[in-house]
């Protein structure tokens, strides 16, 4: 079957292309030629039908060749051995699997068309490749199924809810750049201290600060930095509107030290930062000697950026009376017995004080829990806890677990296995 003129200019650019363009995939070059064939069908040369509900046989073995003469210059473009094609193809709610023919028959050129031919067959490997990429189509349109499900059900008990009690775990702070304590961030983040064979816990330690304080120190400063310099994302503005919209108010638990939460604008007064606040100082030695703030010692700690460590005439001392001790951050480290945790008491207090109002005020409460591991549970205990306190005070309260681990987003009235901000951003 030749085409003319008056189709060779598209099917020449179609059956061409991979010349122009490089190597094309196995569903670019099924698209190029059944396009081909259609144009080919649409001259009288061919025939396209679709496979579904076609009880005929159209497909048998043969030769789809073009043959246009343009600018002096012979094209042709077979597809050799045809066999019934599929193809999955849909968008993130649907995937729609489409079945194209194409039988054509040529006798003309068989040189020209074989070698076309032999160019645009597919490999051994090509309809597993589409079957892989049909098989990925599928998995990711249910993940987002799943994903718009629990986004409508929580939404769903926010309508209901007149209170919020958030509960914030390091899931929450990764999503704006942070690092974790259980994830890879600390080689990444601190590869001079990483080469020196330490790690998160060996610095988040009291001992660190007594056997080198310098190290520890330009390691606290320069995280303490790096928390103030970067923008909480903005899951963190959609989460104080909606707690501020609340007629019961809304209180914040949360076991990080990185300061996000008031850099978003949470009223301080509403927080709980039960492991401290890297905000804050208290002295090494003497933990009774009281605790202050640090945003006026971190600037003045100078760090040499080579060993990442501080200049010992610039480390932060205790504000007490006659002593000259190092200070260290008032946050809760490993193995430590010395934290004054007297700020953290204070909160705890407060939080209980509101959630006493709560029962009082039979108020519906939901408990929304955000990046908390099973790790370390401290989160994850207070969410229970305060669940179980509102419901024996006959409060309605929902356990909502925010989390990409789908275990980890378990144990509570609804499981949202998907990132923070990947969530908040839909409420």
Same mark, same amino acid.
């Given at each position: =079957?030749?085409?003319? &003129? %008056? +189709? !060779? ?6 059956? /061409? ?5 490089g190597p094309l995939s196995q569903t670019q070059r099924f698209r190029q030629t059944s396009r081909a064939a259609q144009i080919l069908g649409d001259s009288g040369g061919g025939r396209m039908s679709e496979a579904e509900g076609d009880a005929g046989n159209p497909c048998q073995d043969g030769l789809v060749a073009a043959e246009v003469n343009d600018s002096g210059a012979d094209v042709a473009g077979v597809l ?15 995937? =729609?699997?489409?079945? &194209? %023919? +194409? !039988? ?6 068989? /040189? ?19 079957e892989d990429a049909a098989a990925a189509a599928r998995a990711a349109a249910a993940v987002e199924e799943q994903k718009r499900n629990k986004i409508s059900q929580l939404q769903a008990i926010l309508q209901q809810c007149d209170a919020l009690l958030l509960l914030c775990g390091a899931g929450l702070s990764v999503d704006s750049g942070l690092g974790a304590y259980r994830d890879n961030s600390f080689a990444r ?239």
């Amino acid at each position: =079957v030749c085409v003319c &003129v %008056c +189709v !060779s200019c598209e099917v020449a650019a179609l059956l /061409t292309a991979k010349h122009s363009n490089g190597p094309l995939s196995q569903t670019q070059r099924f698209r190029q030629t059944s396009r081909a064939a259609q144009i080919l069908g649409d001259s009288g040369g061919g025939r396209m039908s679709e496979a579904e509900g076609d009880a005929g046989n159209p497909c048998q073995d043969g030769l789809v060749a073009a043959e246009v003469n343009d600018s002096g210059a012979d094209v042709a473009g077979v597809l050799k051995n045809q066999r019934e094609c599929s193809v999955e193809d849909g968008d993130a709610a649907s995937s =729609v699997a489409k079945r &194209v %023919c +194409v !039988s054509v028959s040529s006798n003309d050129k068989p /040189t020209t068309a074989e070698h076309a031919g032999k160019q645009l067959n597919t490999d051994d490997n090509d309809d597993s490749e589409l079957e892989d990429a049909a098989a990925a189509a599928r998995a990711a349109a249910a993940v987002e199924e799943q994903k718009r499900n629990k986004i409508s059900q929580l939404q769903a008990i926010l309508q209901q809810c007149d209170a919020l009690l958030l509960l914030c775990g390091a899931g929450l702070s990764v999503d704006s750049g942070l690092g974790a304590y259980r994830d890879n961030s600390f080689a990444r983040d601190f590869p001079v201290l990483a080469a020196q064979g330490l790690s998160y816990s060996d610095l988040a330690r009291p001992s660190a600060f007594s056997e080198n304080a310098r190290r520890a120190w330009g390691w606290y400063a320069t995280r303490i930095r790096t928390y103030n310099a970067t923008q909480p994302h903005q899951g963190y503005a959609t989460l104080l509107k909606l707690a501020k919209a609340l007629e019961g108010g809304y209180f914040v638990v949360t076991s990080n030290e990185d300061m996000q939460l008031a850099q978003a604008g949470f009223d301080a007064e509403h927080i709980v930062e039960c492991h401290g606040s890297l905000a804050f100082l208290q002295c090494l030695s003497t933990p009774r000697h009281g605790i202050w703030k640090s945003e006026k010692h971190i600037p003045k700690i100078s760090v040499d950026a080579a060993t990442l460590e501080a200049s010992e005439e610039t480390l932060p001392r205790c504000q007490a009376h006659r002593c000259s001790s190092v200070a260290r951050p008032n946050v809760l480290l490993f193995g430590d017995s010395d934290w004054n945790s007297d700020r953290t008491v204070r909160q705890q207090k407060r939080l209980q004080t509101w959630l006493e109002t709560c029962v009082t005020s039979k108020r519906k409460v939901l408990v929304l829990e955000i990046g908390a591991g099973t790790a370390v549970p401290t989160i994850r205990a207070q969410s229970e806890r305060a669940v179980q306190e509102l419901r024996s005070g006959n409060c309605k309260a929902w356990l909502v677990r925010i989390n990409p681990s789908a275990q980890e987003a378990g144990g509570g009235d609804l499981a949202v296995p998907f990132g923070a901000a990947e969530v908040l951003k839909f409420l």
